[in-house]
């Protein structure tokens, strides 16, 4: 069994508002069209969440800025996601579109009505989102936020990252020619040791992945979504990505 969460660097161009990456996305949707045992997919915002989010002050305050930045980033989110749902559709598989902003009750996430569609045989597919967090200000809930929650409540035997890189390294790979992938990582190391300089977004996602382990048998991958016929080599000593466990 298997969680998924598609990158938005991948599928988006994130300097680009609203500017999808089609031929990426259908890549990685044909590839695990073939995939057995995958329980749910999860993606990210790229240039259709992250863009209107800062300009609007979400997460932030309620006020008549971020109410109209709230419709405008979660109308953005779900144009994104109909994307990867027709996607899927087009390639033989049943997804269904989970929203996360519409699990939101009483102060926590209730992921019930996603767990009913696995146990349907649906896909569901959700996303990071706006959501309402008190009556007083909005949040947003990334996608590595979901697959952390997923991971505790599926219990699945391997959870994937797709990125816009290889995996983890010793140094940001973007800045530093001579950067080294590290193909497994295990507990007690902290994200500062392995990587000093890179992204906030790998950070959060090294972050998530920490917590993860716990609850996924068979490790958490990162790997590169450009080349999602790596997910294949999964556990065989051929993998190029990073495994922690």
């Known amino acids: 069994m298997m969680i998924l969460k598609i990158g938005g660097s991948v599928i988006t161009d994130k300097s680009a508002y609203r500017k999808a990456n089609v031929e990426a996305a ?100 959700s996303y990071g989102d706006v959501y309402i967090k008190d009556e007083h200000s909005y949040g947003i809930y990334s996608g590595d936020d979901i697959m952390a929650d997923l991971s505790e409540l599926l219990r699945p035997n391997v959870a994937v990252f797709l990125t816009d890189v290889d995996g983890i390294y010793d140094k940001d790979p973007k800045k530093h020619k001579d950067a080294v992938l590290l193909r497994e990582i295990g507990t007690g190391i902290s994200f500062g040791q392995v990587q000093n300089d890179v992204t906030g977004g790998i950070a959060k996602k090294f972050d998530s992945m920490m917590r993860m382990r716990r609850y996924v048998s068979g490790g958490v991958y990162l790997m590169n979504g450009k080349h999602p016929e790596r997910i294949y080599d999964i556990g065989k000593g051929s993998f190029i990505g990073t495994v922690i466990r």
């Open 26 to 125: 259908e890549k990685i949707i044909k590839t695990l069209a073939e995939v057995d045992g995958l329980l749910c997919i999860v993606h990210g915002g790229g240039s259709f969440g992250h863009i209107k989010a800062k300009e609007y002050g979400l997460p932030g305050p309620k006020n008549e800025t971020s109410s109209l930045g709230y419709s405008i980033v979660h109308r953005d989110m779900e144009e994104l996601d109909l994307m990867i749902v027709s996607l899927m559709i087009e390639n033989g598989m049943r997804p269904i579109a989970v929203p996360v902003s519409s699990l939101r009750y009483d102060g926590r996430f209730d992921y019930s009505p996603l767990l009913r569609y696995i146990d349907e045989g649906f896909i569901p597919v």
